[in-house]
């Protein structure tokens, strides 16, 4: 069974950190690229950043410099810690394969960046 659960979002003042953490099922984690995706409101779906397997990584340009993306393959569980938060960084966000199995999207986490 496919499977992302995504968890950590909240609230967060600019400036701030979180820590977000998803679950995936086994068959869809290893020798995969994992992907976190974001979705303001009315926008589109959008690529923040990536890992291979190997534990190369790809940035956004926005994002690049304050994410970290990172995978921990013992608990098939991929983390995005994100620091310097800005408004605009405020989104739903998702985990998925890269490129993403489309019908198999979780229900995101939600981030809030807000004084």
């Known amino acids: 069974q496919v499977q992302f659960v995504e968890s950590g979002g909240g609230l967060v003042q600019p400036g701030g950190s979180l820590r977000l953490s998803c679950a995936a099922s086994?068959?869809?984690?290893?020798?995969?690229?994992m992907g976190w995706y974001r979705q303001a409101p009315g926008e589109q779906r959008e690529l923040v950043a990536h890992?291979?397997?190997?534990?190369?990584?790809y940035y956004a340009d926005s994002v690049k410099g304050r994410y970290t993306i990172s995978r921990d393959n013992s608990k098939n569980t991929v983390y995005l810690q994100m620091n310097s938060l800005k408004r605009e960084d405020t989104a739903v966000y998702y985990c998925?394969?890269?490129?993403?199995?489309?019908?198999?999207w979780g229900q995101g986490t939600q981030v809030t960046v807000s004084s």
């Open positions: 998925n394969r890269r490129p993403p199995l489309l019908d198999y």
């Open positions: 890992i291979t397997a190997d534990d190369t990584t």
């Open positions: 086994q068959n869809i984690f290893r020798s995969y690229f």
